[in-house]
């Protein structure tokens, strides 16, 4: 199945992100990559801003080759296969519009699909030095090896089954052409995806050395939501394949379960709380060993104290979501919520 890759498709969705798409496209027009191997195509998931202007002016100002196809609103997934059935490459990229790319991008996934004769690949993401705190903040707790993040898994850390994400992945027409599309799930879609990738006997490596800038379209309250969905997902991911859920993932939600409990045994029984009190100055001192993780790593103090805040949402959202839906779907045995499917983009 592998070969030698010549030209690609890097395919972004796009739902009402024109901002967005200008920032990415001229990111695209800085890459140190052949003009003649690479294409860009936009696909429009039905926006009703100026995305359609935006590519048009790109178009005119860029160098490389960009396209642009629009469909009635269907979802991230549908978009994707919408890129992918109008793309020329011999390998098809998938990017989200809230990402820029470095200059050597595309060169080092290049090198690394040729040798090693690879399939399909995943690369990580990473912040630009000009990303706000809070940002910074929440790229720290997404990549941090003591919060969700650390349950991503990648190459040298298999604390969890790597599955490339829809952010920076791609894989080979070949590949594509043997197990299909995307799915119409929105939350998870692509962590279903990899899953058939690596079903199809693929060769799937990590590409390190070819991280995006994410910015994260967000503020704390879509930051909590938008992990109470993840742990919603997993759930969902469970129903269609159950090896899709590993027991590491359910360490948010037993870490969600505990300190409820914990909550509630020192309100009720005195001689409980110095327990209590003992499990709140570990969590404590958790928190202020990533604080200056962060701060080292940063070399300032501001995305620090928003860490306090959300490293919390991100393991007690995920792990409510998880509960929810593990009470709804597994217990209960009832079907994936339709709002579910319908919220993507909020």
């Keep these: 199945m592998a070969h030698r890759f010549q030209t690609y498709s890097v395919i972004i969705p796009s739902f009402n992100r024109a901002d967005e798409i200008r920032e990415l496209l001229a990111s695209l027009q800085q890459l140190d990559f052949p003009r003649e191997r690479f294409e860009v195509i936009v696909a429009d998931d039905g ?138 799930l929105r939350h998870g879609q692509d962590i279903e995806y990899s899953h058939r990738i690596l079903n199809s006997g693929a060769k799937v490596i990590f590409v390190a050395d070819a991280p995006v800038f994410h910015k994260r379209r967000t503020n704390l309250r879509r930051f909590f939501r938008q992990v109470f969905n993840w742990g919603v997902a997993r759930i969902n991911l469970y129903k269609i394949d159950e090896k899709m859920l590993e027991p590491v993932h359910a360490l948010p939600a037993v870490a969600t379960l505990l300190v409820l409990l914990m909550i509630l045994l020192a309100l009720i029984w005195p001689g409980f709380r110095p327990v209590f009190w003992t499990a709140f100055a570990i969590g404590v001192a958790l928190i202020v060993f990533s604080m200056i993780d962060s701060v080292l790593m940063y070399k300032e103090i501001k995305p620090a104290l928003y860490l306090p805040i959300v490293i919390p949402a991100q393991v007690f959202g995920y792990g409510l979501g998880f509960i929810y839906n593990f009470i709804r779907r597994v217990i209960f045995k009832k079907e994936a919520k339709i709002g579910f499917y319908k919220n993507y983009y909020k």
């Design 47 to 184: 926006s009703t801003d100026n995305t359609a202007e935006v590519v048009r002016q790109a178009q005119k100002g860029y160098d490389y080759p960009l396209h642009y196809f629009a469909q009635k609103n269907q979802g991230p997934g549908a978009a994707r296969n919408l890129g992918m059935r109008n793309a020329q490459g011999d390998f098809f990229i998938f990017l989200d519009s809230d990402v820029t790319v470095p200059a050597h991008w595309l060169k080092n996934i290049d090198a690394a699909l040729t040798a090693e004769q690879a399939d399909a690949f995943g690369g990580p993401d990473t912040y630009r030095k000009d990303f706000p705190p809070l940002l910074k903040a929440i790229n720290y707790s997404m990549t941090s090896f003591i919060t969700t993040g650390g349950l991503r898994g990648k190459k040298g850390k298999k604390i969890a089954k790597y599955y490339p994400r829809s952010f920076n992945m791609g894989l080979s027409r070949a590949v594509w052409q043997k197990i299909g599309g995307f799915s119409s």
